[in-house]
């Protein structure tokens, strides 16, 4: 763990360790459970208020939506089968024969989802400029810069709620869709 305590340059928020160690010990805690049953506990996570049909409503649009998370697959896996979404990417938990090993594979570092944004734009044909990032937390804070347009919805840090250009302040994804499409009519 960084030795004694001793801040790592770089190291995850607190500087005490690294992301990646970070998620190494995470995943250790969910050593020898089911795979199963983790998909069923993340089964049980509620969406926001009205974002089944908010998500609906802009995929009929032809919006291209795409999940990037430092969390796990188990939210990332259900967003694109439930709702549809085009492009998923988040860390991973390691499964042999449906069972969790206690090992994780890093895809992507707390506050480096802007470094996925260059796989989006190819995939989607888009130019940085017609990316709308949405994001809660400080980690965001690339993807908010590195986008056209950003906004923090449901957020948790101060941080963030400077660096995007709207706020929601709600937690109903009604509000965040009204703001999706005013931006790309504008």
């Keep these: 763990m960084g030795g004694q305590g001793i ?7 607190g500087g005490k360790i690294s992301y990646k160690r970070f998620c190494e010990l995470d995943a250790a805690h969910w ?8 998909r069923a506990i993340f089964k049980n996570v509620r969406y926001s208020k009205n974002a089944v049909s908010s ?5 009929k649009l032809g919006f291209k939506l795409a999940a990037v998370s430092t969390g796990l697959q188990f939210m990332t896996d259900r967003v694109r089968r439930e709702l549809k979404f085009d492009y998923c ?8 024969n449906g ?24 995939k989607f044909k888009v130019r940085p400029r017609e990316v709308i990032a949405v ?8 993807l908010a810069k590195n986008s056209g347009y ?5 957020c948790t840090s101060i941080e963030l709620s ?3 250009d709207y706020n929601c302040r709600t937690r109903d994804f009604n509000e965040l869709y009204r703001k999706i499409v005013s931006v790309n009519h504008e």
């Design 7 to 13: 801040p790592i340059p770089g190291g995850f928020p």
């Design 31 to 38: 050593k020898g459970m089911s795979e199963k049953r983790l």
């Design 55 to 59: 998500i609906a409503k802009l995929k």
């Design 89 to 96: 990417i988040s860390n991973r938990l390691v499964s042999r």
């Design 99 to 122: 069972l969790l090993t206690g090992g994780v594979k890093v895809s992507l570092e707390h506050g480096a989802k802007h470094t996925i944004l260059a796989q989006i734009y190819k």
């Design 135 to 142: 994001g809660d937390s400080e980690g965001d804070i690339p």
């Design 150 to 154: 950003s906004i923090a919805f449901n």
């Design 162 to 164: 400077k660096a995007v």
